[in-house]
Nanobody, 123 residues
Framework: QVQLVESGGGLVQAGGSLRLSCAAS????????MGWFRRAPGKEREFVAT????????YYADSVKGRFTISRDNAKNTLYLQMTSLKPEDTAVYYC????????????????WGQGTQVTVSS
């Protein structure tokens, strides 16, 4: 089993930055793909970014490309999401996830999930 705990969310003004972290425990996730998803009020969970096991391959949603950066530190069993130039439409609960096989934009293909961290961007 893998337990995931997100942190780093909060309230920020538009144009600001936040860095989310996701600490994994229970077993090493260094050989697994990982991803970030988000769910805004009244909306479906949507893909944000994903990264392969080595960190050498990343994919982003068009809505965050150029503003968000996904990265990982396998020695620390931790995933990150650096968010810059935040917009009010980025307001959502952000979830960390682990996928035992390759990267994917489909949240249904992920095996483990954290509880989420709230990000609120004020205008």
């Amino acid at each position: 089993q893998v337990q995931l705990v997100e942190s780093g969310g909060g309230l920020v003004q538009a144009g600001g930055s936040l860095r989310l972290s996701c600490a994994a425990s229970g077993r090493t996730v260094s050989m697994y793909a990982m991803g970030w998803f988000r769910r805004a009020p009244g909306k479906e969970r949507e893909f944000v970014a994903t990264i392969n096991w080595s960190g050498g391959t990343t994919y982003y949603a068009d809505s965050v490309k150029g503003r968000f950066t996904i990265s990982r530190d396998n020695a620390k069993n931790t995933l990150y999401l650096q968010m810059t130039s935040l917009k009010p439409e980025d307001t959502a609960v952000y979830y960390c996830s682990v996928k035992k096989t390759g990267t994917s934009r489909e949240y249904t293909s992920y095996d483990y999930w954290g509880q989420g961290t709230q990000v609120t961007v004020s205008s």
